[in-house]
């Protein structure tokens, strides 16, 4: 599938545009002293994979904001192989809101394991690094709708917090 990559001011973007996928293999030097990934590291793997989603979306370089509910499932051993996947869930005015989900795949039986989900939130920044308008995104069908909900009330939330 060949996705244009070219932006449009005001035109909305399919949340599938800003799906990346990474692999990594689950190293000694991913360890901690039980033979689980460190969380840091699968931490900075999540924050990689969000990032690129969200540039996917806005055509700029956006930085992170906020990292929501990151739940750690079920272990990431040494010798996994662990597949990263990252899409947007909603976008707002200036800030788009990540979806990533780490699965460890069984190499026998090619079973995946959900391990982690996080929600993060970038903020697309202008050439002077204020905060700038991204597209709109494309939402059609319930689970996108669901998706778009759920992440508006996380939002909120948030927001709640913060004040």
């Keep these: 599938m060949t ?7 005001g035109s909305a973007r399919d949340p599938e545009s800003s799906v990346t996928t990474m692999t990594e293999l689950v190293l000694p030097q991913h360890a901690n002293a039980v033979g689980t990934a460190f969380g ?6 999540i924050d990689i994979c969000a990032a690129i989603s969200a540039q996917r979306h806005c055509g700029c370089i956006p930085v992170t904001v906020a990292v929501d509910d990151l739940v750690f499932r079920s272990p ?4 996994d192989i662990v597949s990263i996947r990252g899409r ?3 976008v707002f005015r200036s800030s788009m809101e990540v979806e990533v989900c780490v699965e460890t795949e069984d190499r026998k039986s090619g079973e995946r394991t959900l391990c982690v989900e996080a929600y993060l939130t970038f903020v697309n920044l202008d050439a002077q690094g204020r ?3 991204v597209p709109d ?3 059609e069908g319930p689970e996108a709708e669901r998706r778009r909900a759920q992440a508006e009330a996380r939002r909120a939330h948030r927001l709640r917090h913060r004040a």
């Design 131 to 133: 905060p700038s308008p």
């Design 88 to 90: 947007l869930n909603a």
């Design 76 to 79: 990431i051993r040494v010798g």
């Design 137 to 139: 995104l494309h939402i």
């Design 3 to 9: 996705v244009n990559m070219t932006l449009v001011k």
């Design 40 to 45: 840091g590291t699968v931490m900075s793997w």
